[in-house]
């Protein structure tokens, strides 16, 4: 059994990797793109920079590899995290020399792609470790982490190193950056990865996880009901927000501090508390909760959807609606792990994941589509509708395949399709 120590350890391990990856995807996606505005880029540009953010839903192309080939002195994983990591803090350096972001775009673009492509491979070996250092109990925790950890390094990345760069200029704002993200450097270096007990899979076998993931028991109706009906709810709903902000006479100074860094914070403690409350409680517990949570948050932001939109009431929506998200986050997040096996781990936790997020993106997309039809208030219904839905076929996955920690350490009422050698890990349902 692992020691208290070595679960801390791996918890505080997960928690530096996954707060300094988002550190400059939430520089990309928000600083960036407001210091690129600010000097005269045009939108449509602004659209292709965002665009770069969908390299991560393919990262389950090259995720097989890192599963397939690793150093068993450095550590399997770790040999990944220390190049990936070293190659976060060496991309973000590289982006100093442009003091005048606007005037070289071109290669300003060219290196936060890089970046992002190092990003979401670090994200699946950092995924993979998870899988393998976190048992049924702490899982919660961990995801509890990770979901919370990209909040705060967006927050860090897209606010304060904005502010610095506000205050003392472009390369301080990089400096501030590559620091904060080399702390995750420092992390992995000292971490000591176990040595893998299980065996390494070939590469053949590695890419077929792709899908043989997917036979186990219950997947498939989790991966492919659940998932799409709570993300694309969720997903329809949280796309409608910045527009219907502006369009009930917001400025975009009040819309980027209320969405980007007020309900960021309760959304942290949310995602802390829903990883503890899964560990006590249980995934179905806290999917109904935060199911019926996004459901009545999301029915409170039809004021806003009609055009009313008061500042204290509106802040509150908005904070208990993403407060909500991130909840089903943590547990949708916690149940992918589940099925995630500790030989592939960083394949099965990546593909699982991936189609949460393409189901975001193109719900995202949808949703404007059609409140541009019928309006608003259609389209935040009609999300509510399906989180609900998601919900119930939620506790009908869980109570056929069960998410109860059975004496021996392992979830569910099913015999397990790979059992780890560690008998404090916990194989898939």
């Given at each position: 059994?692992?020691?208290?120590?070595?679960?801390?350890?791996?918890?505080?391990?997960?928690?530096?990797?996954?707060?300094?990856?988002?550190?400059?995807?939430?520089?990309?996606?928000?600083?960036?793109?407001?210091?690129?505005?600010?000097?005269?880029?045009?939108?449509?540009?602004?659209?292709?920079?965002?665009?770069?953010?969908?390299?991560?839903?393919?990262?389950?192309?090259?995720?097989?590899?890192?599963?397939?080939?690793?150093?068993?002195?450095?550590?399997?994983?770790?040999?990944?995290?220390?190049?990936?990591?070293?190659?976060?803090?060496?991309?973000?350096?590289?982006?100093?020399?442009?003091?005048?972001?606007?005037?070289?775009?071109?290669?300003?673009?060219?290196?936060?792609?890089?970046?992002?492509?190092?990003?979401?491979?670090?994200?699946?070996?950092?995924?993979?470790?998870?899988?393998?250092?976190?048992?049924?109990?702490?899982?919660?925790?961990?995801?509890?982490?990770?979901?919370?950890?990209?909040?705060?390094?967006?927050?860090?990345?897209?606010?304060?190193?904005?502010?610095?760069?506000?205050?003392?200029?472009?390369?301080?704002?990089?400096?501030?950056?590559?620091?904060?993200?080399?702390?995750?450097?420092?992390?992995?270096?000292?971490?000591?990865?176990?040595?893998?007990?299980?065996?390494?899979?070939?590469?053949?076998?590695?890419?077929?996880?792709?899908?043989?993931?997917?036979?186990?028991?219950?997947?498939?109706?989790?991966?492919?009901?659940?998932?799409?009906?709570?993300?694309?709810?969720?997903?329809?709903?949280?796309?409608?927000?910045?527009?219907?902000?502006?369009?009930?006479?917001?400025?975009?100074?009040?819309v980027g501090t209320v969405t980007g860094v007020v309900i960021s914070v309760p959304a942290i403690l949310a995602g802390l508390l829903s990883g503890l409350g899964i560990g006590r409680f249980g995934r179905r517990t806290v999917l109904v909760g935060g199911g019926v949570a996004l459901v009545v948050s999301t029915v409170l932001l039809l004021p806003l959807m009609d055009g009313d939109a008061p500042l204290v009431a509106t802040v509150a929506a908005l904070a208990g609606f993403l407060s909500a998200y991130t909840v089903?986050?943590?547990?949708?997040?916690?149940?992918?792990?589940?099925?995630?096996?500790?030989?592939?781990?960083?394949?099965?936790?990546?593909?699982?994941?991936?189609?949460?997020?393409?189901?975001?993106?193109?719900?995202?997309?949808?949703?404007?589509?059609?409140?541009?039809?019928?309006?608003?208030?259609?389209?935040?219904?009609?999300?509510?509708?399906?989180?609900?839905?998601?919900?119930?076929?939620?506790?009908?996955?869980?109570?056929?395949?069960?998410?109860?920690?059975?004496?021996?350490?392992?979830?569910?009422?099913?015999?397990?399709?790979?059992?780890?050698?560690?008998?404090?890990?916990?194989?898939?349902?």
């Amino acid at each position: 059994m692992r020691q208290p120590s070595e679960r801390a350890a791996g918890l505080g391990t997960l928690t530096a990797l996954y707060v300094t990856q988002y550190l400059g995807i939430g520089f990309i996606t928000v600083g960036l793109a407001a210091i690129l505005r600010d000097g005269g880029t045009s939108l449509q540009t602004l659209g292709l920079l965002q665009a770069i953010g969908l390299v991560w839903p393919l990262k389950f192309l090259w995720a097989p590899l890192l599963d397939r080939y690793g150093s068993r002195r450095l550590g399997h994983y770790r040999s990944w995290l220390l190049v990936l990591q070293s190659g976060l803090v060496l991309a973000l350096l590289a982006l100093a020399p442009f003091d005048s972001p606007v005037d070289r775009l071109g290669p300003v673009v060219a290196i936060c792609a890089g970046y992002v492509v190092l990003s979401a491979t670090q994200d699946v070996a950092a995924d993979a470790v998870a899988v393998r250092v976190l048992s049924a109990r702490t899982r919660g925790t961990g995801n509890g982490i990770q979901v919370a950890a990209s909040y705060l390094g967006n927050l860090l990345g897209g606010g304060a190193c904005v502010v610095v760069y506000d205050r003392f200029g472009w390369v301080p704002a990089i400096l501030l950056l590559a620091a904060l993200t080399a702390v995750g450097l420092v992390v992995v270096w000292r971490f000591r990865e176990a040595p893998r007990a299980d065996r390494v899979v070939a590469t053949g076998e590695a890419y077929r996880a792709l899908l043989t993931v997917l036979r186990q028991p219950g997947c498939r109706l989790w991966t492919f009901g659940v998932v799409p009906l709570v993300y694309v709810g969720a997903g329809a709903a949280y796309a409608l927000v910045t527009p219907a902000l502006v369009d009930a006479g917001w400025s975009l100074e009040r819309v980027g501090t209320v969405t980007g860094v007020v309900i960021s914070v309760p959304a942290i403690l949310a995602g802390l508390l829903s990883g503890l409350g899964i560990g006590r409680f249980g995934r179905r517990t806290v999917l109904v909760g935060g199911g019926v949570a996004l459901v009545v948050s999301t029915v409170l932001l039809l004021p806003l959807m009609d055009g009313d939109a008061p500042l204290v009431a509106t802040v509150a929506a908005l904070a208990g609606f993403l407060s909500a998200y991130t909840v089903l986050n943590v547990v949708v997040y916690t149940v992918n792990m589940d099925y995630s096996r500790p030989d592939t781990g960083g394949t099965d936790f990546t593909v699982l994941s991936s189609f949460g997020l393409v189901c975001s993106f193109l719900a995202a997309s949808a949703g404007l589509v059609a409140a541009a039809r019928t309006g608003y208030p259609a389209v935040a219904a009609g999300a509510a509708v399906l989180v609900g839905l998601g919900v119930v076929v939620g506790v009908v996955h869980q109570r056929r395949f069960g998410d109860r920690v059975r004496p021996d350490g392992r979830v569910g009422d099913v015999p397990p399709v790979v059992v780890a050698s560690d008998p404090d890990r916990v194989a898939a349902h």
